[in-house]
């Protein structure tokens, strides 16, 4: 006889130690898999975004816009009447973005001025 057949004749049939040792494993894998799926994810929060922060975005943005409506404008994609208007548009959009950044950098260096030495005693010691 071939040596599988012998194999096959020398092994029993499944007992009851096989099929549970399936069990526990699909049973650890389910466990597994729960944990998984719904362990607790760690929460990545983000710096707050002021209103400064948000107009130096949108200088950005506007800066960005205006370098590619000038290379479309060169590369014959847009007429002079439309180049002309929808840069004027954005221009006047940079000019309000940027003089806000300005009223909110002075206001904030009001507030963390330091007061002056009125009083003309430079160094005097009381």
């Known amino acids: 006889m ?12 499944p007992d009851g130690s096989q099929t549970s040792f399936v069990w526990f494993g699909c049973g650890l894998f389910a466990i597994a898999l729960m944990i998984y799926i ?14 400064l922060m ?9 800066y960005e816009n205006l370098r590619d409506l000038n290379f479309e ?10 180049f002309n208007s929808t840069r004027e548009s954005m221009e006047q ?8 950044i300005d009223q909110i950098e002075r206001a904030a260096a009001r507030t963390y ?14």
Not at 38 to 51: G, N
Not at 73 to 82: E, I, M, N, T
Not at 113 to 126: I, L, W
């Open 2 to 13: 071939t040596p599988f057949v012998l194999l096959l004749q020398m092994s029993s049939g």
């Open 38 to 51: 719904f362990r607790p994810v760690p929460i990545v929060t983000t710096e707050e975004k002021t209103r």
């Open 54 to 62: 948000y107009l130096y975005e949108r200088k950005e943005q506007v």
């Open 73 to 82: 404008h060169k590369a014959g994609k847009l007429g002079d009447a439309d």
């Open 93 to 100: 959009e940079a000019a309000g973005v940027l003089a806000e």
């Open 113 to 126: 001025a330091y007061p002056r030495n009125v009083s003309g005693d430079k160094g005097a010691r009381a």
